[in-house]
């Protein structure tokens, strides 16, 4: 699958995209392997410290919010597309 990071995750990540090999599964256990990959700081952006959802990052599955699928259990396939981007706010 194909991931791209947007903003202060791209400076996390140290990339604006990578490919990524999840065998099955969901949203939730890809963010799992990314929080150890990328630490703590990474955690902060996607998740509460009791493991739900953040509200710092937007996550897109194919354009699609994950808000508005299944969240943390939006089951995934190797040919998605995840972006993951925090809100951004403009004048």
């Not at 604006?16 to 952006?45: A, D, P, V």
């Not at 990052?57 to 995840?82: K, M, S, W």
Request: glycine residues 14%; negative net charge.
């Amino acid at each position: 699958m194909q991931l791209a990071y947007f903003a202060n995750l791209r400076d996390i990540t140290g990339l604006s995209k990578q490919t990524w090999n999840l065998n099955g599964g969901t949203i939730g256990k890809l963010i799992g392997e990314l929080c150890g990959t990328y630490g703590t700081q990474f955690k902060h952006w996607v998740l509460k410290d009791d493991g739900s959802l953040g509200e710092l990052c937007i996550i897109l599955v194919n354009g699609h919010d994950i808000r508005e699928l299944n969240g943390l259990a939006t089951q995934l396939h190797p040919e998605d597309e995840i972006s993951f981007f925090p809100p951004v706010a403009g004048g």
